[in-house]
């Protein structure tokens, strides 16, 4: 930035107070549009425009959801190792002739009987299916993170890209309206002259057409900017670019050879940090644990159970008391000297009511406790088809962890390749920009002297500027580049 305004600064300090109608609007226009009022400029920095896009963006949002169910799943997975225990309870009715749930024989009275029962289960021993699982949602739930860094990492990385081209085309803009300024003073300078007789009109002419192509070129620089801006916002989930303003950091060319960079020592460095890397590796663990768990069903299951249960029914009788009526007597034989013998029996007859449910809860309470032994023998080759089909999904895995690495070294390789040929751009810019500086104060003072013609002054200012937008443009990809392989090695995106 500095290089660009020392280029035009003798022509920067020669404004004239008293500037155009056309200057001051297209001046006015960039200015609003750029958003620099006072009362409405939020100020926003690299870090800050990441940390917002961290926080909103739905992309990550929906990685964070994919995290919380495979840690749910760790969760579930872990519960399996408890028993299972269920718990039931039921009444009935029962009307007409039916079976009395109490005593199992049929009956014509209305009957109503409650059932209460807990029952459970635990596996001791399934083929280490249990173990392996657990073991297999740990590695997908520490994947899922990696995966969620990948996306921060990725959106982090569009973020430093919008904002440098946010700045680069700000750069650009002030360049363009550099070139408005030296244009208007030519301009006015040559609009003297054509009065004072010393020049002709088509010289005149030359420099008024230049100003309004001027002009175009800063509100198309405007408008690039206005797009680069809206990127930004859209990519932080802003409802609108109203007031949003970047903090322009001095953002210096490091002094370093890109060429100097070695692919194998990024790529090396990025093995240890991507998280791709990582999340792959845990992919490649968890289907080898998916293959072990398929294997699993071929061994025998045992399983301990237990149960206790109690019952309750209104035919259940007891007895509450006896009435007694009179004694019968009956005959019975002889004693040895002819005499009747009788029998006399009392007469007692007891007196029935309902069993309290108390007693009936503790009377009929039972108890079970078993183990229970499968032994799968055929089941239609699930259980060899389900190995197959882990063993190719574990060498998919593979495959895919192989293509990921390869995949990154191509990268790595491409990105070492950019950073050397922008380092050369950004270098061949300056020296022409030096360069056409040079030619370009010359030939504006054979200008003055009316030494060349306006076709060939203006041929060098056209030239100067489109090396001084080429130079920014080279700046700041060589930056990007930078950053891309700051990245690789897992630095920290900042200026």
């Known amino acids: 930035m500095t290089r660009f305004m ?36 939020s100020t926003w920095t690299l870090q800050q425009c990441i940390d917002r896009a961290l926080q909103y963006n739905l992309q990550i949002r929906q990685s964070e959801l994919s995290e919380d169910l495979a840690k749910a799943q760790v969760e579930q997975s872990t519960a399996s190792f408890f028993p299972s225990i269920n718990g039931s309870a039921g009444q009935n009715y029962y009307f007409g002739r039916s079976i009395d749930p109490y005593t199992n024989s049929y009956t014509t009275q209305q009957v109503q009987s409650n059932s209460f029962s807990v029952s459970g289960s635990m596996p001791l021993f399934e083929g280490l299916q249990m173990q392996n699982t657990l073991k297999q949602s740990k590695l997908n739930y520490m994947s899922s993170q990696f995966d969620l860094k990948k996306i921060k990492n990725d959106i982090s990385l569009n973020v430093v890209s919008d904002y440098l081209s946010v700045l680069y085309n700000q750069e650009l803009m002030a360049v363009s309206s550099s070139q408005v300024d030296a244009s208007a003073i030519q301009r006015d300078k040559m609009k003297r002259m054509y009065e004072l007789g010393s020049v002709n009109k088509g010289n005149y002419l030359d420099m008024e057409s230049q100003l309004a192509t001027d002009q175009l070129r800063l509100i198309q620089s405007q408008s690039q900017f206005d797009q680069a801006v809206l990127s930004l916002t859209q990519l932080l989930e802003l409802d ?52 072990s768990i398929a294997k699993g069903y071929r061994y025998p299951r045992i399983n301990l159970s237990g149960s206790i249960s109690t019952s309750y029914s209104t035919s259940s009788k007891q007895i509450e008391s006896f009435t007694y009526g009179v004694p019968t007597s009956t005959f019975s034989g002889f004693t040895s000297g002819g005499d009747s013998v009788y029998l006399v029996s009392p007469n007692v007859t007891p007196v029935y009511g309902e069993t309290p449910f108390s007693k009936q809860f503790n009377d009929n309470l039972g108890k079970s406790v078993g183990i229970n032994l499968s032994l799968p023998i055929f089941n239609g080759w699930q259980t060899r088809t389900g190995v197959k089909r882990a063993r190719i999904n574990l060498e998919q895995t593979r495959l895919t962890h192989e293509l990921t690495k390869k995949t990154l070294y191509k990268s790595v390789q491409q990105a070492v390749a950019d950073a050397a040929a922008a380092q050369r751009k950004y270098e061949a810019g300056q020296r022409n920009v030096d360069a056409l500086t040079e030619s370009f104060n010359f030939n504006e003072q054979r200008l003055n002297l009316g030494l060349i013609s306006t076709y060939d002054y203006l041929q060098a200012k056209n030239n100067l500027a489109k090396a001084q937008a080429d130079l920014l443009q080279a700046k700041y990809e060589f930056i990007m580049r930078l950053k891309i392989l700051d990245f690789y090695q897992g630095k920290p995106l900042t200026f």
């Open 6 to 41: 020392n280029s035009f600064g003798l022509i920067s300090s020669a404004i004239p107070q008293l500037m155009k109608p056309v200057i001051r609007f297209a001046l006015f226009f960039a200015i609003t549009l750029i958003g620099f009022s006072a009362n409405a400029q």
């Open 240 to 291: 609108t670019v109203k007031g949003f303003v970047v903090q322009k950091p001095d953002v210096i060319v490091p002094a370093v050879d890109a060429a100097a960079f070695n692919t194998e020592v990024v790529y090396a460095s990025a093995l240890t940090n991507q998280p791709e890397i990582k999340s792959s590796e845990y992919k490649v663990a968890s289907a080898e644990k998916g293959l």
